[in-house]
T-cell receptor
């Protein structure tokens, strides 16, 4: 069974500083990997996804993530954080079972942005 | 293009009662998944419906049941509510086998409080 670990529960960064959120996954085959963002009281919005090919993927809102198979990681990065990026971020791994996809989420990292 | 819609947005129940939550998938989608998100946690997979049948199920008791209708909308039913069932219930939809696999679109959730 697949699983996701997000080791950082809470991260605080200054506005304009760079950001890296860590994600490690466990899955026996080539994974489908996702990063979602959730603002308070809202549903989840897809930031970016990786299925195959280029290991550096670009997403919305200036985010990017790099897939490293050797480290089983899919870390999310942003060069310069904006106050509006304050939210909770979830890494997820998708896997197929019997022809149907199941997506498993990590426990999330809450991002606080200070002026 | 209507996204995923869920109702009700908030509800309060007492222990032992039953609740029904509703979800309409994004236009063009045929698969609905339900997730439970407890406070401070990541979404936990409950089950997935496709062609009006439950196709996958997470580690949830039989008190959690669902249904999918011919128009692809779905219901989540929870019987004999426990305090621990208090959570945000998220509905997600996707197109089975459609590119990219496993990319989910989420509604804003139904916040259930059990007293």
């Amino acid at each position: 069974a697949q699983s996701v670990t997000q080791p950082d529960i809470h991260i605080t960064v200054s506005e304009g500083a760079s950001l890296e959120l860590r994600c490690n996954y466990s899955y026996g085959a080539t994974p489908y990997l996702f990063w979602y963002v959730q603002s308070p009281g809202q549903g989840l919005q897809l930031l970016l996804k990786y299925f195959s090919g280029d290991t550096l993927v670009q997403g919305i809102k200036g985010f990017e993530a790099e897939f490293k198979r050797s480290q089983s990681s899919f870390n999310l990065r942003k060069p310069s954080v904006h106050w509006s990026d304050a939210a909770e971020y979830f890494c997820a791994v998708g896997a197929s079972s019997g022809g149907y996809q199941k997506v498993t989420f990590g426990t999330g990292t809450k991002l606080q942005v200070i002026p | 293009d209507a996204g995923v819609t869920q109702s009700p947005t908030h509800l309060i129940k007492t222990r032992g009662q039953q609740v029904t939550l509703r979800c309409s998938p994004k236009s063009g989608h045929d698969t609905v998944s339900w997730y439970q998100q407890a406070l401070g946690q990541g979404p936990q997979f409950i089950f997935q419906y496709y062609e009006e049948e439950e196709r996958q199920r997470g580690n949830f008791p039989d008190r959690f049941s669902g249904h999918q209708f011919p128009n692809y909308s779905s219901e989540l039913n929870v019987n004999a509510l426990l305090l621990g069932d208090s959570a945000l219930y998220l509905c997600a939809s996707n197109l089975a086998g459609g590119p990219p696999p496993g990319e989910l679109f989420f509604g804003e959730g139904s916040r259930l409080t059990v007293l």
